[in-house]
């Protein structure tokens, strides 16, 4: 018999707790299982609440219906949706779904929890007893359960448990260490959860020890201080993703012994599972952006965009990435999205900076997994335009034409007698003379405008239009002012904005669109228009006009 033969993986429990060994012993049709079922060895007892999808099943003939959770407990397993449980398939062998109870929402097995019936029984139909390749099985539970479920794991991530690595495991196992498979004594299995983190050992050394060990479906880890031993069977290994999220990426198998030198745990791994778990429990993923382009306005504009999981199914985001020929001019200066997992309605998010001040584009790639593909997002970079010519109103220039020349520059209270009037050969003295004798006079003042010498008028601040996305735009101002927002196309005003910047900075804010502007972007249409941005500063005015995509 192999050191994992049926018999010895059934009652294979870790420190945590001895369960597995009571499936494989209590079950009908157990005596073929492969070893004992694991339970955690060299753990801790769990802090209440810090594992709130890892649920007991309980195989209620056992000592008969009434018998304390801690005789009927057989195996672990973990609430991935709200009415389903991943646990293994050697926990229920020739079992129906009114034979089992789970127990949910309590880390002791004291009669505190709640007791939840079973109506559906999926076992994988590519299990194999032999080499327990593919052992993991799905129970429906009566109803739904309002209570945090956790996410599982697809190859998008496999990163996560690579060798090196460390995962963490729970359950109600033996704690007791052996080199054999022998039944623990019923002393040595816990009321409360036990919990420990165990090495995640590479592919190579986990055949080494197991001959069976089938490197796309299974992982192993663990150590002769932490493993898990019998009724720890079914159980997660989690292990945390990028953002910090727990990621079921194993479910307990089997062991030989307990902690027991050159044997580590073996798990179902279940990013190999996943076209199992997805047909079975029927979901899909999906995902959706907050924005399709974005435009950026030189160098330093930056925008952040948000990923969030539309479907039933957890989303694994493999990479965020930035893709064209132009992608130099772009820098991911931050990324929340990369080797994560969502569940339904969670988001995550990346920001982007151009780097250049030339016109250039690229995309912004978010890889998810299954139905929900790759999601891209446009980036551009328009170069502002030249700085407005109409900064200084018409009204206060002071045309070239109306400068009097020097030679003519006599006050307007010199009266020249008309008998001084002569021909050209008795002119009078040449004009510097008469202005050597005369005071000058200042130049006739322009309707409008005072002396030259005046303080200068205030200047209207110049503006950069540097991202537009979803109705919000990104403002900078050189300066304090009013600034008035329009989108126009064809006459008609499609949205407006105002803000007000007390000093030179950057401003994100909302449009308001009109009701023409409502009826143009009606079925998700995008609208080619023009933006005007009016800059005030007192009787200082300027305006930037350019063209914009609204959607």
């Not at 494989?24 to 004992?36: K, T």
């Not at 697809?154 to 007791?176: D, E, I, K, M, Y």
């Not at 999981?309 to 064209?324: D, N, W």
């Amino acid at each position: 018999m192999s050191r994992h033969s049926p018999a010895r993986v059934r009652r294979a429990t870790s420190f945590i707790g001895a369960a597995l060994a009571l499936i494989a012993l209590a079950l009908p049709g157990a005596a073929g299982a492969a070893g004992a079922q694991p339970r955690v060895a060299g753990g801790r007892t769990a802090a209440d609440g810090s594992w709130p999808w890892v649920v007991a099943i309980e195989d209620t003939r056992i000592a008969g219906e009434d018998a304390p959770d801690r005789k009927q407990q057989v195996c672990g397993g973990a609430l991935i949706a709200p009415q389903w449980v991943l646990t293994a398939e050697h926990c229920v062998p020739g079992v129906t779904p009114g034979d089992l109870k789970v127990v949910v929402g309590s880390h002791r097995l004291d009669g505190s929890g709640t007791r939840v019936a079973v109506t559906e029984i999926d076992r994988n139909p590519d299990f194999s007893w032999s080499t327990f390749v593919n052992d993991n099985t799905l129970v429906k539970l009566a109803a739904p359960q309002a209570r945090p479920v956790l996410a599982v794991a697809s190859p998008a991530l496999g990163g996560l448990w690579a060798g090196g690595r460390t995962g963490q495991v729970a359950g109600w196992g033996t704690t007791a260490r052996s080199d054999s498979n022998a039944t623990p004594p019923a002393s040595s299995f816990p009321v409360d959860l036990q919990e420990a983190t165990l090495p995640i050992l590479d592919d190579a050394t986990c055949a080494r020890a197991y001959g069976s060990f089938s490197a796309p479906v299974n992982l192993c880890a663990g150590n002769v201080d932490h493993s898990f031993c019998q009724n720890d069977s079914g159980g997660p290994l989690v292990v945390a993703d990028a953002a910090g999220h727990p990621v079921e990426a194993g479910s307990v198998s089997y062991i030989t012994g307990c902690a027991s030198s050159g044997y580590p745990g073996v798990f179902s791994e279940i990013a190999g599972e996943r076209a199992f778990v997805d047909r079975t429990i029927g979901w899909t993923t999906a995902a959706s952006l907050d924005a399709s382009a974005v435009s950026f306005e030189g160098a330093g504009a930056s925008h952040t965009t948000t990923l969030t999981s539309t479907g039933s199914a957890p989303l694994s985001v493999g990479a965020a990435r930035l893709t064209g020929t132009g992608r130099s001019a772009f820098a991911l200066t931050r990324d929340g999205c990369s080797q994560v997992v969502l569940l339904a309605g969670q988001s995550c998010s990346v920001d982007v900076t151009a780097r250049s001040g030339t016109a250039s584009t690229a995309t912004l790639a978010l890889d998810g997994d299954g139905a929900a593909g790759t999601k891209m997002v446009a980036l551009t970079i328009e170069p502002p335009p030249d700085p407005p010519t109409t900064s200084v109103p018409p009204t206060t220039s002071v045309p070239p034409t109306t400068e009097v020349p020097p030679t003519t520059d006599v006050p307007p209270t010199t009266d020249v007698p008309p008998t001084t009037t002569e021909p050209a050969a008795t002119a009078a003295p040449p004009p510097t003379t008469l202005l050597a004798v005369l005071p000058p006079a200042p130049a006739p003042p322009v309707s409008g405008q005072t002396s030259s010498t005046r303080a200068p008028r205030a200047v209207a601040p110049t503006l950069r239009l540097t991202a537009l996305a979803h109705h919000r735009l990104t403002l900078r101002s050189s300066g304090a002012g009013t600034v008035t927002v329009t989108i126009q196309r064809g006459g008609r005003t499609l949205a407006r904005a105002t803000a007000r910047f007390r000093t030179a900075g950057t401003k994100t804010i909302s449009l308001t669109l009109t009701r023409a502007g409502r009826r143009a972007l009606a079925g998700g249409h995008r609208v080619a228009a023009t933006v005007a941005l009016t800059a005030r500063d007192g009787a200082a005015r300027a305006t930037t006009r350019r063209r914009v995509t609204l959607r």
